[in-house]
T-cell receptor
Framework: EPEVTQTPSHQVTQMGQEVILRCVPI?????FYWYRQILGQKVEFLVS????????KSEIFDDQFSVERPDGSNFTLKIRSTKLEDSAMYFC???????????????FGDGTRLSIL | DAKTTQPTSMDCAEGRAANLPCNHS???????VYWYRQIHSQGPQYIIH???NNETNEMASLIITEDRKSSTLILPHATLRDTAVYYC?????????????FGTGTLLAVQP
């Protein structure tokens, strides 16, 4: 069964450094998402992306964050200058276009654990 | 988006059916009920979703009450690997916001 893959599984970065988290969504999916989960807290929506542009973003997704689909397969999340509070699990998700008016579920990767020192 | 209410935790004996309730009394007519689960340190896993009718797939069954104000996720024969946090999420139909809003869910502990 096709799945969303994320790399690396664990990223350790010094505060103030840039970090890029990578995701390969399921191949026929058109909608892409990033979520994060701080240890012990809820899964939080960051951003959704469709047709090469952001369709929605949360308050968390400030100017330090950006997303890109650089080619036909990858979907990346960049944090420009990391802060201690960016330490979290980051999950990528993808969804295919709705068929026949029905709803389609998002499918998640297993995440990247980002640790900021 | 409609708010959901779930018990904080539940226990279930291995091999028995696990019935996880969810209250969504403010759901509107075009909102779907989704269930996901999160096994420790993994990404959320899609289980099932429905609008009005009961649904069944290889993982679970979803029973939605006639007034759609509550639903129950049924795992017919729970195993130890079903121990996870289960999230009930109400989502609008296509065309509206697509984000998923996760609550705290129900921690299901399957006991041997």
């Amino acid at each position: 069964e096709p799945e969303v893959t994320q790399t690396p599984s664990h990223q350790v970065t010094q505060m103030g450094q840039e970090v890029i988290l990578r995701c390969v969504p399921i191949s026929n999916h058109l909608y892409f998402y990033w979520y994060r989960q701080i240890l012990g807290q809820k899964v939080e929506f960051l951003v959704s992306f469709y047709n090469n542009e952001i369709s929605e973003k949360s308050e968390i997704f400030d100017d330090q964050f950006s997303v890109e689909r650089p080619d036909g397969s990858n979907f990346t999340l960049k944090i420009r200058s990391t802060k201690l509070e960016d330490s979290a699990m980051y999950f990528c998700a993808s969804r295919r276009a709705p068929a026949g008016g029905g709803n389609q579920p998002q499918h998640f990767g297993d995440g990247t654990r980002l640790s900021i020192l | 988006d409609a708010k959901t209410t779930q018990p904080t935790s539940m226990d279930c004996a291995e091999g028995r059916a696990a019935n996880l309730p969810c209250n969504h009394s403010t759901i509107s007519g075009n909102e779907y009920v989704y269930w996901y689960r999160q096994i420790h340190s993994q990404g959320p896993q899609y289980i099932i979703h429905g609008l009005k009718n009961n649904e069944t797939n290889e993982m679970a069954s979803l029973i939605i009450t006639e007034d759609r104000k509550s639903s129950t996720l049924i795992l017919p024969h729970a195993t130890l690997r079903d121990t996870a946090v289960y999230y009930c999420i109400v989502r609008p139909r296509p065309g509206a916001t697509n984000k998923l809003i996760f609550g705290t869910g129900t921690l299901l502990a399957v006991q041997p």
